[in-house]
């Protein structure tokens, strides 16, 4: 746990650091990994309204999708 906040604290004094063009940047992709995620939530939200599924079942059928095996048959 320790290490950890150690390299938070010093991410963080390295964005400190930075000039204005870096720090934007750094913002512009936290901003578009966080937008990416909500619209992929979004369009799984709106499939599941459309057929009728539970979005967890919806990761169900993904994660059954790497896993390479067979959904159960309840």
């Known amino acids: 746990m320790g290490i950890l906040y150690l390299q ?17 940047a750094v913002g512009s992709v936290i901003g578009g990994l966080a937008l990416g995620i909500s619209v992929f939530l979004l369009v799984l939200y709106i499939m599941g309204k459309i057929y009728n599924v539970s979005l967890g079942e919806i ?14 048959l309840q």
């Open 59 to 72: 990761f169900g059928q993904i994660r059954d999708g790497f896993r390479d095996s067979k959904p159960k």
């Open 8 to 24: 938070l604290v010093k991410s963080f004094k390295e964005l400190r650091n930075m000039d204005d063009n870096a720090k934007a």
